[in-house]
């Protein structure tokens, strides 16, 4: 009997607010099929929409079982890797998602804790990152768009799972790529080849570290 590899679930999002790339995306797609530690990277797109991001998540958690599950979103005027440390159970949009749903101080999931906290290894993580040069940092608020909802969505599935309870994950905000730049209104982005070598750095330091 062969004993599948165990998996990393990496997922994206597709473009939203106007943009034609969303470098999540790209960066996933970059990763997938990778081995890490031993460890297969399965990449998957979600929708940048509220409630239907969530349930894709669900259905591909279900489906691939993974040892470790990174949810990657773009934070435009961010200058490094952000290894995001707590999702809220807060749902408030400044612009509408890619259905046009706009929510304002809702829940991520009615009667659910306040918060969650990544159970990935972050500060590990953050210094094995840095140390090869890529720039990152620790972040503790993922926002209140469909990023947040994904991450608080994600770290419920694992803590009310009961065949995901042994899994762990967390969410990167990533920042533009130079070529998004200018239309975004900052100077602060980073190379897609820097972003999928941090973001691999930073997968191998969680698969090496269980704290």
Known sequence: MVTATPRILVTGFDPFGGAALNPSWLVAQALHGRRIAGHTVQAAQL?????????????LLQQHRPALALCLGLAAGRAALSLERVAINVNDARIPDNHGAQPVDGPVVNGGPAAYFSNLPVKAMLQAIRNEGVAAELSNSAGTFVCNHVFYALMHQLAVQPGLRAARGGFV?????PE??????????MALPDMVRGLQLGLRAALAHTA
């Open 180 to 189: 998004q730049a200018s239309a975004a209104g900052t100077t602060h982005c």
């Open 173 to 177: 905000h990533l920042p533009c790529l």
């Open 47 to 59: 929708p940048t929409v509220f409630g239907l991001s969530a349930l894709r998540l669900g259905e």
